[in-house]
């Protein structure tokens, strides 16, 4: 599997003015991104940090992903995200292998990106996102 980098590390957050004030203006990085993806009911903001960015999840709805993720587990770090060429053959490949995978296909992330979930069950509970850069 040609992972070739960590794309991004997701942050749940409830509020995210303050968070945007302590990665923009405390830790001084740059805010590369700020959109909602729907199919998620998230608003995303990205942070460039080298190659990889830092991206911060804020649901949209009572009924987003994100939004159960916070009733659990509170704020923090919610998944961890590599980037891969082919993500539809890498799922197939994965799917084969038996490995528990949330998305069979790509969907839609931010910044034109195809993302694809795999199960946490099959990643010792660590949250992973395979993602395609497409722009
Ligand atoms: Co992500």
Known sequence: ??????AHI????????????LYRDLLGLELINDEVVEDQKVRVVMFKIGESTIELLCPTSDDSPVARFLERSGEGIHHVAYEVHDLTAQLRRLDAQGVELIDKSPRKGAHGQHIAFVHPRATFGVLTELCESVL
Do not use: W
């Open 1 to 6: 599997m040609a992972i070739e980098k960590i």
């Open 10 to 21: 997701g942050v749940a957050v409830r509020d995210l003015e303050p968070q945007v004030h």
